[in-house]
């Protein structure tokens, strides 16, 4: 029988139960990890967010009723254990509890859609496709506790340094930088877009005297190849700043990377342990590598490309065995960068776009924007795009826009950095991708 937790409340989780404890009452509530039964005595391992703790039930010292309620306890089902915590050396923590009164508030059906112990290695499908138990990993919900860092520091850090968060629309009546990455949906009766990039937003926020801006929101881009780096729905931690060079915000980004990684590194060892992750501070300043020099030391390495080519993913993984931490990789041509890059002054074929590096692995890129409206709308042209389309976020560059820089930072790539994951889909909930949309 199913109970409700009526006038029951949790006393401790599982992390807290010490012999500090030893004699007291409490309750606790969770999952049934592990049932062992004796004979003569009972051992279920209860479960939640942070830990285990051991309830043991001999039959010589409890109720003979509440015995045959814990033995027809089965795996997963959440229940709520009220008990006398007690001393014990062969329990895990050396504690365990001694239960007075049970409630069963979920039975968890039988057999489980997959097995919830690191028993048996599932496939990432079948994990995906049953994603809520796959969570109850502690090496899976690892990741996310790293995350949930991730984030946290990412919004004092902006906090500390004088940036307010800002929320921009994702529903878009046109494209961002051109290009064939987005959704179309339906708006009322016209086509409308899930917005790519909060790019035009964020410059508009420059207009608008923000001077400091960040953003962590959703980006969607309708990628169709199946790469292990790539979703359709993904975070991006999004800043921007007025008066600031490509060099200033790139020193902001080497900032951020760093205080993240102080931050996990301090806070979040029980997990990296959990995840065997020997997560290590970077090299500081991080290295910088022209856009020049990369192609050098791609063609040196027996990987052909031409000045003005985008990096192949060879080229990434070349220059990742050069460069196995964090760099940057600046002065890339405009032509293969979006409309609103700042050229350079001298060599306008350059420009003054960056690309933050973790090994093979893009995580972030940012640039010096153009902050004059008529060089802007030559660019969108010179891209075959049409300026009309740009009419609201031109006309912000035409009342008082300061020079800016900003980048975006996938915050899920940048989360395989700290957690050493090779596939995107291990570091996002409810993955998206071209053969995925539920759950
Ligand atoms: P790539 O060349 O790797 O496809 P990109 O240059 O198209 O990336 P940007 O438009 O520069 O990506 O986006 C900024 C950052 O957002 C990237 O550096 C990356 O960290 C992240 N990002 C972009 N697209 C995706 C995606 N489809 N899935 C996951 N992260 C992404
Ligand atoms: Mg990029």
């Not at 391992?45 to 109720?63: F, L």
């Not at 990432?124 to 969570?135: A, K, N, Q, V």
């Not at 949930?148 to 994702?170: A, C």
Request: proline content about 5%; overall charge negative.
């Amino acid at each position: 029988m199913v109970s409700l937790l009526d006038n029951w409340k949790r006393t401790h989780f599982t992390k807290n139960i010490n012999s500090n404890l030893v004699d007291e009452e409490i309750i606790v509530m969770g999952w049934v990890h592990e049932i062992r039964d004796l004979g003569g005595i009972v051992f279920v391992v209860i479960r939640d967010r942070d830990g285990k703790i051991q309830v043991t039930a001999p039959s010589k010292k409890i109720d003979s009723k509440l015995l045959e309620q814990i033995r027809s306890f089965r795996k997963e089902s959440v229940v709520a254990i009220k008990g006398k915590v007690q001393g014990s050396d062969k329990a895990p923590n050396g504690v365990e509890i001694i239960p007075n009164e049970i409630k069963v508030l979920n039975e968890a059906s039988q057999p489980l859609p997959m097995d919830p112990t690191d028993k048996v290695r599932a496939e990432i499908d079948t994990r995906l496709d049953s994603r809520f138990i796959d969570l109850r990993r502690d090496n899976i919900s690892s990741i996310f506790k790293i995350k949930s860092q991730m984030l946290h520091s990412t919004r004092l850090f902006f906090e500390d340094n004088g940036f307010i968060e800002v929320n921009t629309p994702k529903l878009v009546a046109s494209a961002t930088e051109g290009g064939t990455e987005l959704f179309p949906i339906t708006y009322f009766e016209r086509e409308a877009f899930l917005s790519q990039s909060p790019q035009l937003y964020k410059q508009m926020m420059m207009s608008a005297g923000f001077e400091r801006i960040f953003e962590i929101a959703q980006i969607f881009r309708a990628e169709e190849h199946d790469t292990l780096r790539h979703l359709n729905e993904t975070i991006s931690i999004d800043m921007e700043s007025s008066f600031m060079t490509d060099i200033d915000v790139m020193e902001i980004l080497e900032k951020l990377v760093n205080k993240v990684l102080v931050d996990v590194i301090k806070n979040c060892q029980k997990h990296l342990n959990i995840l065997n992750v020997d997560l290590k501070l970077s090299q500081c300043p991080f290295p910088v590598v022209t856009y020049d020099t990369a192609v050098e030391i791609i063609n040196s390495k027996g990987v052909e490309m031409e000045w003005g080519e985008d990096l192949s993913r060879a080229s990434e993984k070349l220059l990742g065995e050069e460069y196995p931490g964090y760099y940057f990789l600046t002065e890339w041509p405009s032509e293969i960068k979006p409309f609103y890059v700042m050229p350079n002054e001298k060599d306008p074929t350059k420009s003054h776009a960056f690309d933050l590096m973790f090994g093979n692995l893009e995580i972030s890129s940012g640039a010096m924007r153009i902050h004059q409206h008529d060089l802007l709308k030559d660019k969108i042209s010179e891209k075959g795009l049409n300026p009309d389309a740009f009419e609201s976020y031109l006309k912000s560059f035409d009342y008082g826009m300061p020079p800016h820089s900003g980048w975006g930072l996938g915050a899920d790539r940048f989360n395989m950095t700290l957690t050493g994951l090779n596939n995107i889909r291990e570091t996002v909930l409810f993955p998206r991708d071209r053969r995925r949309l539920t759950p």
